[in-house]
Nanobody, 120 residues
Framework: QVQLVESGGGLVQPGGSLRLSCVASGSILSIDVMGWYRQTPGNHREPVANITSGGSTNYADSVKGRFTISRDNVKNTVYLQMNSLKPEDTAVYYC??????????????WGQGTQVTVSL
């Protein structure tokens, strides 16, 4: 069984920073893409950033230049450094792992989500 566990969310003032972490655990052989999505009430979950096992990254236009995604393939961990946070970044942030290879084959997984609130 594979589990993704996020940490690092919380309350921060506008202009502040937070660092999210997500650790994938279980009988994992490799993970193709790891990334972050976010969701606000009444809206669809939207992609924020992702990173391949080779280190290629993609960012939503709304976070380019402010957020940085990174990854430790040995630890099966992905990070999201969020700087210059804005109130509109407030959301539940979800970790996602695509192409997780285990002895059972390849599957995709989601974390349980961590709340990020940007407010005075």
């Amino acid at each position: 069984q594979v589990q993704l566990v996020e940490s690092g969310g919380g309350l921060v003032q506008p202009g502040g920073s937070l660092r999210l972490s997500c650790v994938a655990s279980g009988s994992i052989l490799s993970i193709d893409v790891m990334g972050w999505y976010r969701q606000t009430p009444g809206n669809h979950r939207e992609p924020v950033a992702n990173i391949t096992s080779g280190g290629s990254t993609n960012y939503a236009d709304s976070v380019k230049g402010r957020f940085t995604i990174s990854r430790d393939n040995v630890k099966n961990t992905v990070y999201l450094q969020m700087n210059s946070l804005k109130p509109e970044d407030t959301a539940v942030y979800y970790c996602n792992a695509e192409g997780v290879m285990t002895t059972m084959g390849g599957m995709n997984f989601w974390g349980q989500g961590t709340q990020v609130t940007v407010s005075l």
